[in-house]
């Protein structure tokens, strides 16, 4: 059983713009994998790839092992997407444009959980979509999508736009589907959200690929910030810790995963009274990858 | 009505419009300057005496589709009306046109982006917006009036019409900006406002075209009409002038008093609640939708205007009341034959503007590319056949729904008076359909523009207005066959008076085929948005 997406070394120019420039993305089945990027990196251009709207120029890209331009249709049945900037019809009600989004996927909008998540959502069917602010726009793109009951679904920072509490909606929506066993390919700029919901993400820049693990694993590739009491004193020159100041016992440092425990040993020497040692916050992961 | 604080900060919107329209505004007007001039300079030249001018005249006022398309040519000795006539009545749209556009440019298309919100939270009156774009086109349109008055009096035309000819432009430019500025209070879209005024001025045209070659009094219902009732080049009616100014200046404050009674982003119009689902099965479906309401109007207009050219027919105008012009009619074979080939000359006309249907979906299709929903479309369905086929079906089912529509409107308006509406239907109506594989050959074109080059969306205007230019300057100028062949509206005979002709009819229907599996075949692996 291949992944549900399998990206390896795709490029795409516009002109003499390289969009994508050997771009790797692995999807497990089951798992939300975040992908990240600063803007204009190419995370649409991935995505819009993945759909078929797009023409690579060369490089793989396998939905559910298909080739996405070849056999769109196929492939389209079994996911959904939901676009950054959602537009929809500004003279058909959102109800409409929701019903459409489905019976074009061959769903009947009755038999599905439309009513449901519109409750849930808070969104009024009736009301023109010209009408609907950005967020709206959002929710009628998200419920059509969570509605659809499908294997994969792409959401290209589907959050943007929404309130608190219709992210927390989203949060739970996106776990019921997780817990069924949908691929969720999730696009954010939110670190928060991806830190919460996704089990690996990929990192891109400039149409490259930089970072890809699990989160825990990037984290293994990290320094940990170590913070600590002590009545004594430490060595200086520590292997693998940097940033090492001490005020009046006040110990804080930056350690590679390598230096961990030859610090241990060393705070353990100098007589340590409290520890606390944070692992890099994603945020952190996200500004060192895009710097580098 | 505005107080004096509603139009804070029109001057410094004034200045950031101008500076925005610094292309739009001198490429358009030096287009109408370069028309007036290559007109006026050439004309002399072409007719050297006054015969010959005379003659020229006569054979303009005595063909009821020119006169129907151009107006007529009011001072047959004078050379300033044969050289600006087809200015007076045709491209004076294009005046009107100028001002619509800056008008909806910049208040509703603003609106709609919300731009105007960012601009209206600074010190900037709720009237500026408005007031700013009209004091723009107002300047436009006196602008282009001097101009154009200027290079006649340069080519050495009489300088009373020369002025007189200027002053009606400029009249036009006006009332077009006004009625821009009416409609984008009414609708609460730039598109439906846009509509909106191109539909009044295509009544206006319409009822212009009516007067010209039948009852005169039509023809001072319509702004487009004053233009030859001004008598330009004959002892000009001044008075005539104070007609634009009078319904420009109601318009403006209509559109004032509007302004001040709606809330920024909406029109005089609220938006009704709709269906709480429903929805659309396929993507033809979704398309039908979507260019529903304004294939319904297009149907109105072709029903409208078939059944107006169809009932003014048997009511030829004095025009056509000279023993010369008698003559050349009765050469024709008398007067139900005329009437017929009246009736024919304007169907050919009518197939061509109703073709603009068809390019109007199309451009629609590809703003629904542009604005991103045809990739959720292509997200759910995947099919790019669907999406395909949708578009291109609906372009050509609408043109044939239009030309029969047509075909029934002047036949019932044309039967009521003369030899029952039965047997008018089975003239006309035929006649109508025998147009639908041109028209359909025009659709192709938009279609094949839409799926090479979808941000071109000009490309299906461009192409349809070059026909029609081929069709009407082809024969005056004596183009080359092949080169007024290219417009595939002339290649249709004159229906009902000329037999219909198959070999024609296929050639374009096989054209229509190859134009549309060319499009299909780049649209199948183009990249979409």
């Known amino acids: 059983m291949s992944n549900p997406i399998e990206v390896h070394g795709l490029v795409k120019t516009f002109g003499s713009t390289r969009a994508l420039d050997g771009l790797d993305l692995v999807v497990g089945a089951g798992e939300v994998h975040g992908f990240?990027?600063?803007?204009?990196?190419?995370?649409?251009?991935?995505?819009?790839?993945?759909?078929?709207?797009?023409?690579?120029?060369?490089?793989?890209?396998?939905?559910?092992?298909?080739?996405?331009?070849?056999?769109?249709?196929?492939?389209?049945?079994?996911?959904?997407?939901?676009?950054?900037?959602?537009?929809?019809?500004p003279n058909l009600t959102g109800g409409e444009a929701i019903d459409t989004l489905l019976r074009m996927r061959g769903l009947e909008p009755d038999r599905t959980d439309r009513d449901a998540l519109l409750e849930r959502f808070d969104l009024d069917p009736t009301k023109k979509a010209r009408t609907y602010s950005k967020g709206n726009r959002q929710k009628v793109a998200l419920v059509a999508a969570f509605a659809s009951q499908v294997e994969l679904l792409v959401l290209d920072e589907p959050t943007s736009g929404l309130d608190p509490l219709m992210e927390r909606v989203f949060n739970e929506c996106?776990?019921?589907?997780?817990?069924?066993?949908?691929?969720?390919?999730?696009?954010?700029?939110?670190?928060?959200?991806?830190?919460?919901?996704?089990?690996?993400?990929?990192?891109?820049?400039?149409?490259?690929?930089?970072?890809?693990?699990t989160l825990a694993a990037l984290r293994h590739l990290r320094r940990n910030h170590v913070r600590a009491q002590v009545t004594g004193t430490l060595p200086a020159d520590l292997p693998g810790v940097h940033d090492l100041e001490v005020v009046d016992g006040a110990v804080t440092c930056a350690v590679d995963p390598d230096g961990l425990p030859g610090l241990l040993r060393a705070l353990d020497d100098a007589g340590v009274e409290s520890l606390t040692c944070t692992p890099p916050s994603l945020e952190e992961l996200f500004l060192d990858a895009y710097r580098n | 009505m505005p107080t004096a604080t509603d139009a804070n900060g029109t001057a410094g919107l004034l200045r950031l419009n101008l500076?925005?329209?610094?292309?739009?505004?001198?490429?358009?007007?030096?287009l109408l300057m370069a028309m007036v001039a290559a007109s006026a300079f050439a004309t002399e030249g072409l007719y050297l005496d006054a015969a010959d001018r005379v003659a020229a005249a006569r054979l303009i006022n005595s063909s009821p589709a020119l006169v129907a398309l151009y107006g007529p040519i009011v001072s047959e000795q004078s050379i300033g009306d044969l050289a600006m006539g087809k200015l007076t009545v045709m491209y004076a749209v294009a005046v009107m046109g100028l001002g619509l556009v800056v008008v909806r440019r910049h208040t509703r298309v603003e609106e709609e982006s919300g731009r105007a919100e960012l601009v209206g939270a600074t010190v900037v009156g709720r009237a500026a917006p408005l007031r700013a774009a009209l004091v723009e086109a107002g300047v436009a349109a006196v602008v282009i009036g001097t101009l154009a008055a200027a290079i006649d009096v340069?080519?050495?035309?009489d300088p009373a019409g020369s002025v007189a000819f200027g002053a009606s432009w400029t009249g036009a430019g006006l009332v077009g900006a006004a009625t821009g500025a009416v409609c984008a209070q009414l609708a609460a879209s730039a598109r439906t406002a846009g509509g909106l005024a191109l539909a009044t001025f295509a009544v206006w045209y319409g009822l212009r075209a009516a007067g010209d070659i039948g009852p005169d009094a039509l023809g001072w219902l319509s702004p487009l009409g004053w233009g030859t009732r001004l008598h330009a080049w004959d002892g000009p009616r001044w008075w005539v002038l104070g007609l634009y100014l009078g319904l420009a200046v109601v318009l403006v404050v209509a559109a004032h008093v509007l302004r001040g009674r709606r809330d920024l982003g909406n029109g005089?119009?609220?938006?009704?609640?709709?269906?709480?689902?429903?929805?659309?099965?396929?993507?033809?479906?979704?398309?039908?939708?979507?260019?529903?309401?304004?294939?319904g109007w297009w149907v109105v207009a072709a029903l409208l205007s078939g059944a107006l050219f169809g009932s003014v027919a048997p009511h030829?105008?004095?025009?056509?009341?000279?023993?010369?012009?008698?003559?050349?009619?009765?050469?024709?074979?008398?007067?139900?034959?005329?009437?017929?080939t009246m009736l024919a000359a304007l169907l050919a006309i009518m197939a061509a503007m109703l073709s603009a249907y068809a390019v109007q979906v199309t451009v629609s299709g590809a703003h629904e590319e542009a604005d991103e929903r045809t990739a959720e479309v292509l997200a759910a369905t995947g099919s790019r056949v669907r999406v395909f086929t949708a578009q291109a079906g609906i372009a050509m089912a609408g043109t044939l729904l239009l030309a029969t529509a047509y075909g029934v409107g002047s036949a019932v308006g044309y039967g009521s008076q003369v030899g029952g509406v039965p047997h008018a239907l089975g003239r006309l109506v035929p006649a109508a359909l025998a147009h639908v594989p041109a028209m359909w050959v025009m659709a192709a074109v938009a279609l094949l523009a839409w799926a090479w080059w979808p941000r071109a969306t000009w490309a299906g205007w461009a192409a349809l207005v070059s026909f029609v230019t081929l069709g009407e300057v082809g024969e005056l100028l004596e183009l080359p066959g092949w080169v007024v062949g290219i417009s595939p509206f002339q290649h249709v005979p004159a229906v009902p008076v000329q037999a219909v002709g198959v070999g024609v009819e296929l050639a374009l229907l096989g054209t229509t085929a190859l134009l549309l599996a060319a499009g299909w075949w780049r649209y199948r692996v183009r990249d979409i948005g």
């Open chain 2, 154 to 157: 340069a080519a050495g035309l």
């Open chain 1, 36 to 89: 990240l990027g600063p803007n204009g990196s190419g995370k649409s251009t991935t995505i819009r790839a993945l759909l078929g709207l797009l023409r690579t120029d060369s490089g793989t890209a396998t939905v559910h092992g298909l080739d996405p331009w070849a056999d769109s249709v196929q492939i389209h049945r079994r996911l959904a997407y939901v676009p950054g900037d959602v537009s929809i019809w």
């Open chain 2, 19 to 30: 500076r925005r329209d610094r292309v739009l505004l001198p490429v358009w007007i030096w």
């Open chain 1, 174 to 213: 996106l776990h019921e589907h997780k817990a069924q066993g949908t691929t969720v390919l999730l696009s954010s700029h939110i670190l928060s959200e991806v830190e919460r919901l996704a089990d690996r993400v990929t990192i891109i820049r400039q149409g490259r690929t930089v970072e890809t693990g």
């Open chain 2, 268 to 295: 005089m119009l609220a938006e009704r609640a709709g269906p709480a689902g429903g929805g659309f099965g396929s993507v033809a479906a979704l398309v039908w939708r979507l260019n529903r309401l304004a294939t």
């Open chain 2, 316 to 340: 030829l105008g004095s025009l056509f009341d000279s023993p010369a012009a008698r003559a050349a009619l009765e050469a024709l074979g008398g007067r139900g034959r005329v009437e017929e």
